[in-house]
């Protein structure tokens, strides 16, 4: 790892930042918390984290000019990019929790659960889970046995192609829990609450990607 | 699964950062002077310790309407934790679980023994009777939304002499809802014992904080495995 390696942390008012740049920093990344399209440009990585409904966050990343910046950096560029739970779903067409249109970046489509077949399982999925790894891409290496991480969301990616599936977890039936396609990656649960597992893989994140 | 409680023994973010380090699955931050004091939430501090925290945390503490318990949950915290304010205003829990979710309201109810031997629920630390009876209340505030509930016996409490085992035993056959068990806690057996009388979760506090009989400040908490092998 570089000296000059710094992840850019992208925030843009959607949730609490701290744990994120607490965990990294822990694991010894230097990190940058920003809003800034010209800081972000400058960065090793970017980590697009979320929490709360999809128009507002598409809605706030074009008010600050986010989207263009990411677009450019991203996918002209082919920096490392990992977007964490609505960061992930940001990362798709579209959502059925909205109505804007998502970054469009990985072939997916964002969806309710569907649990009518297990009416005892509530709506959102909120709790620690285990991930399977679908041996696809390099993320979830290194994750000891029996790694859990801490989950709290109602709606899930369907990605067109199984080839951008890296990683399925069970809620009522498997859905999508880590994607990728390229240097893009998407996580659906919250590697910074979910204490040793998360920090694991952010240091894969941050060393291999 | 397994669920702090912590109630700190110096700086709360130190205490945090060894949860972390211990791997704890919740964290839950109460502050039990807030309402006793007529203060609402400390939110510049809620926030600074949830940037600390690795893992997801539940937040308790004079919480008086909806928009003090959507502002902490902004914050970053996972589940608000509603007592003296909910018992003394049921609807009041209706309003928050409407608002965001039942998920993410936790009821808290503090009881302790009267005098003629039956269970009672006490508001305002423990300071106020309320003469309401646990399992009508339980039942009325998962009625309301809250998506959990948590036990907390004033008598136990601090104590490490073991779980009320009769109260968690009746209250959670009431409701549908986890019931989390807190005060008493004294070792793991006790924690084993209270799942078995139908808690979903126990929270300690003394148990992890105090070691010995001098009760000198150390914190610890269960391995992995250990836990698995309690709860599974």
């Given at each position: 790892m570089g000296a000059t390696l710094t992840i850019a942390v992208i925030d843009y008012g959607m949730g609490n930042?701290?744990?994120?740049?607490?965990?990294?920093?822990?694991?010894?990344?230097?990190?940058?918390?920003?809003?800034?399209?010209?800081?972000?440009?400058?960065?090793?990585?970017?980590?697009?984290?979320?929490?709360?409904?999809?128009?507002?966050?598409?809605r706030r990343l074009e008010q600050l000019d986010l989207v263009a910046a990411?677009?450019?950096?991203?996918?002209?560029?082919?920096?490392?990019?990992?977007?964490?739970?609505?960061?992930?779903?940001l990362l798709t067409m579209r959502s059925e929790e909205g109505e804007l249109p998502g970054l469009g970046w990985i072939d997916a489509e964002?969806?309710?659960?569907?649990?009518?077949?297990?009416?005892?399982?509530?709506?959102?999925?909120?709790?620690?889970?285990?991930?399977?790894?679908?041996?696809?891409?390099?993320?979830?290496?290194?994750?000891?046995?029996?790694?859990?991480?801490?989950?709290?969301?109602?709606?899930r990616v369907q990605a067109r192609s199984e080839d951008d599936v890296l990683g399925v977890t069970n809620y009522g039936g498997e859905f999508a829990s880590v994607i990728g396609h390229g240097n893009i990656w998407g996580v659906q649960f919250h590697p910074e609450k979910s204490h040793r597992y998360g920090m694991t893989l952010l240091n894969t994140f941050a060393t291999t990607s | 699964m397994g669920?702090?409680?912590?109630?700190?023994?110096?700086?709360?973010?130190?205490?945090?950062?060894?949860?972390?380090?211990?791997?704890?699955?919740?964290?839950?931050?109460?502050?039990?002077?807030?309402?006793?004091?007529d203060r609402g939430p400390r939110f510049e501090l809620i926030e600074e310790i949830v940037g600390e925290a690795f893992m997801p945390v539940a937040y308790g503490g004079?919480?008086?309407?909806?928009?003090?318990?959507?502002?902490?949950?902004s914050l970053g915290v996972e589940k608000i934790i509603v007592g003296t304010h909910a018992v003394e205003d049921p609807v009041f829990v209706r309003g928050?679980?409407?608002?965001?979710?039942?998920?993410?309201?936790v009821a808290c109810l503090d009881v302790k023994r009267s005098v003629g031997g039956s269970y009672q629920v006490r508001t305002r630390s423990g300071q106020k009777r309320?003469?309401?009876?646990?399992?009508?209340?339980?039942?009325?505030?998962?009625?309301?939304?809250?998506?959990?509930?948590?036990?907390?016996?004033?008598?136990?409490?601090?104590?490490?002499?073991?779980?009320?085992?009769d109260l968690?035993?009746?209250?959670?056959?009431?409701?549908?809802?986890?019931?989390?068990?807190?005060?008493?806690?004294?070792?793991?057996?006790?924690?084993?014992q209270v799942v078995g009388v139908g808690a979903s979760a126990a929270g300690a506090g003394s148990l992890f904080v105090f070691h010995g009989r001098h009760r000198s400040v150390l914190i610890s908490y269960p391995d992995p495995e250990t836990l698995r092998e309690i709860f599974l």
């Open positions: 930042v701290g744990s994120m740049r607490n965990m990294l920093a822990k694991i010894g990344v230097e990190t940058v918390v920003t809003s800034d399209p010209e800081v972000i440009m400058g960065a090793s990585k970017v980590i697009l984290p979320g929490v709360g409904a999809f128009d507002n966050a598409m990411l677009d450019e950096k991203v996918r002209e560029q082919g920096t490392p990019f990992l977007g964490v739970c609505l960061g992930m779903q964002t969806r309710l659960f569907d649990l009518s077949d297990h009416p005892e399982l509530p709506i959102p999925h909120m709790g620690w889970n285990t991930v399977q790894d679908t041996g696809r891409g390099p993320l979830l290496v290194g994750q000891a046995d029996g790694a859990r991480f801490y989950f709290v969301h109602s709606y | 669920f702090k409680d912590p109630k700190y023994v110096g700086d709360p973010r130190n205490a945090v950062k060894i949860f972390n380090e211990k791997m704890a699955d919740e964290l839950a931050l109460l502050d039990i002077d807030a309402t006793p004091k004079g919480i008086r309407t909806v928009e003090d318990a959507s502002r902490i949950i928050l679980a409407e608002h965001l979710g039942r998920q993410s309201i309320t003469g309401a009876n646990p399992i009508d209340l339980a039942r009325q505030l998962e009625d309301e939304g809250a998506g959990e509930i948590i036990i907390n016996s004033i008598d136990r409490d601090g104590t490490m002499q073991g779980f009320d085992l968690v035993r009746s209250v959670s056959s009431a409701v549908g809802v986890p019931l989390i068990a807190c005060g008493g806690a004294g070792s793991l057996e006790d924690i084993r």
